[in-house]
């Protein structure tokens, strides 16, 4: 990922296209990797609501825990070729979308 890492950190966006990972699952993930002492995050002051992802230097403790949860999605996407994740992630993307819309329309009475 160093390569798309223009000096002031990568794109969670850039990040879940190039893992072929949903970006919600890049927030969620990076959150831990952040707390491991991987990477800082911070939101991009050029992007409303971007977040940039920087690499330390110096991982912490716990970095032995990735390994696992890298062949873990490396074999759940083991058969997809870009574009069919590229599709994947439109549809759990339009998913999202929707259940934000439906839980919207519970909270204020609208069936």
Known sequence: MSELDDGRGVSGTAVANRSRIHPAYIITQTKQLEKTGF???ET???EAGS??????RAPGR???NCRPRQACSSTMLDGFDEEAVRHLNKRLNLLARNSR???QKLSIGIP
């Open 62 to 64: 716990n970095s032995g």
């Open 51 to 56: 977040l940039r992802v920087t690499l330390t």
């Open 101 to 103: 819309l439906a839980m």
């Open 39 to 41: 990477l800082t995050r």
């Open 44 to 46: 991009a002051s050029d």
